[in-house]
């Protein structure tokens, strides 16, 4: 339950989203890929997420740890059952 807390935060989704590749995007660059994300936001969602060892700084910039690349993973698998899912239709 941990975990979908953190998950079901405002826009930490997609900043491991925008961490799904191998760049190191510094903070500013990840602000403006996330188009609309306050500076304070992102810094709470980033420090959450480091505490939980999905994301990391570098120095150079932010990337998934192995566990947030293992979570990317996971994510994807969840993403192709969701493209097939076909809700019950009401009746």
């Known amino acids: 339950m941990a975990l979908l807390d953190l998950l079901g935060r405002r826009w930490a989704m ?9 760049s190191y995007p510094t903070f500013r660059e990840l602000q403006q890929r996330c188009d609309g994300i306050s500076s304070s936001v ?3 969602r980033l420090r959450e997420l480091g505490q939980a060892d999905l994301v990391e700084n570098t ?33």
Do not use: K, N, V
């Open 14 to 22: 997609r900043i491991l989203w925008e961490l799904r590749e191998d």
């Open 59 to 91: 120095g150079e910039g932010y990337l998934l740890t192995e566990q947030g690349r293992t979570l990317r993973e996971t994510l994807l698998h969840l993403d192709e059952w969701a493209s097939r899912w076909q809700p019950r239709a009401e009746d």
């Open 42 to 44: 992102l810094a709470d």
